[in-house]
């Protein structure tokens, strides 16, 4: 049952990724996708690793938008940078501590992070995260754990 569902979700992406239709491509992307379900066969992935997604779509739906206006807003910053006579940045790498419990909220949390413009994640550990920011403040930190919060409320109470 999860090979025909990772084969839906898998011709899905190739879909809308790649937007072509044409029948070679079309059969290029369904050879693709049976060579990737084959190797997750052979290493047994499929059979022990459970799909588990402890997420609140409705917190997730809320959370999306707060990102997405963070994102707006490092955006500006990183315009303002850019576009100054005399860049002045304050380079740095900290750690952040990492607050979701499940991997998959850890997984959204490093993502987040560097999606948000000026910031990337470059290391993940147990319990912290490594982070490039292009523009050290004093209220970075604190708005990385505020994110590193809102994900974990995404996350449901089971988890």
Same mark, same amino acid.
């Given at each position: 049952m999860?090979?025909?569902v990772l084969l839906l979700i898998f011709s899905l992406i190739w879909i809308l990724l790649s937007g072509y239709f044409e029948l070679l491509l079309l059969g290029f992307g369904a050879v693709s996708i049976l060579f990737v379900l084959f190797i997750l066969k052979r290493m047994r992935v499929l059979d022990q690793t459970p799909i588990e997604f402890k997420i609140n779509p409705f917190k997730l739906t809320v959370y999306f938008f707060w990102l997405l206006i963070e994102v707006i807003k490092a955006?500006?910053?990183?315009?303002k940078i850019i576009l100054s006579p005399k860049i002045k940045v304050n380079q740095n790498m900290i750690d952040v501590s990492l607050?979701?419990? $499940?991997?998959? #909220?850890?997984?959204?949390f490093a993502n987040s992070i560097t999606l948000t413009p000026g910031t990337v994640t470059v290391d $993940? #550990?147990?319990?912290s995260l490594v982070v490039h920011s292009l523009d050290l403040q004093r209220e970075t930190l #604190?708005?990385?754990e505020k994110m590193g919060q809102y994900v974990r409320l995404c996350e449901t109470k089971d988890s």
């Open positions: 999860k090979s025909v955006n500006i910053v990183v315009c607050e979701p419990n $499940t991997e998959v #909220g850890q997984v959204m $993940t #550990g147990l319990k #604190g708005e990385l």
